[in-house]
């Protein structure tokens, strides 16, 4: 099986608060943008628009299916979140963007990522692979949903919390992971 480097640069604004992880970006068939969560039905960008704008819509374009790729960029910019993938390598073991059938072979060195983002208070996993990687990164237990717990990267504190995964296969409804999600903005 082919071994894919990851598609995308990491998203770091320089003023960045949180830094968003997944596992790996969905085969480019899947997207209908070239930025994170671009498949149109994962809900990533239907939950940030709910938070942040009342809005499960604001950042698509229903008509068409598709997302307002450069509304997402600017809104990450001013609200700094930063994102990239715990996997800068994968191998995909069915055709599909599962969790379960990706086998990392390469993980993102998370420690080197958060360097360039300074201001970074808080790395969220969005899924549950990205959860295990993260905790075996930093020698720490995987928080339960919509938790955290307290991570170290030399003397800098940050908070590592757990999500749900915003893709349509988790079983939770869109609200109550936008509840979720809500509790990082607080």
């Known amino acids: 099986?082919?071994?894919?480097?990851?598609?995308?640069?990491?998203?770091?604004?320089?003023?960045?608060?949180?830094?968003?992880?997944?596992?790996?970006?969905?085969?480019?068939?899947?997207?209908?943008?070239?930025?994170?969560?671009?498949?149109?039905?994962?809900?990533?960008?239907?939950?940030?628009?709910?938070?942040?704008?009342?809005?499960?819509?604001?950042f698509c374009d229903v008509a068409r299916k598709r997302f307002f790729e450069s509304e997402i960029r600017s809104f990450c910019l001013r609200a700094g979140l930063a994102f990239y993938d715990t996997a800068a390598e994968v191998r995909r073991l069915n055709d599909n963007a599962s969790d379960a059938s990706l086998e990392i072979v390469h993980p993102t060195d998370i420690r080197a990522l958060l360097t360039h983002i300074p201001t970074c208070g808080a790395v969220v996993a969005t899924g549950q692979k990205a959860a295990e990687v993260i905790a075996e990164t930093f020698g720490c237990d995987v928080p339960s949903i919509g938790n955290y717990v307290d991570i170290a990267l030399g003397e800098r504190r940050l908070r590592f919390w757990r999500m749900p995964s915003s893709s349509r296969a988790y079983p939770m409804s869109l609200a109550d992971k936008a509840g979720y999600y809500r509790l990082l903005f607080q």
Do not use: C
């Open 1 to 58: 099986m082919p071994v894919e480097s990851h598609p995308f640069e990491p998203f770091l604004p320089p003023d960045a608060r949180i830094l968003f992880l997944g596992s790996f970006p969905p085969q480019p068939k899947r997207w209908n943008m070239p930025f994170y969560y671009p498949n149109w039905i994962n809900d990533f960008w239907r939950i940030m628009g709910l938070i942040h704008f009342n809005d499960r819509d604001y």
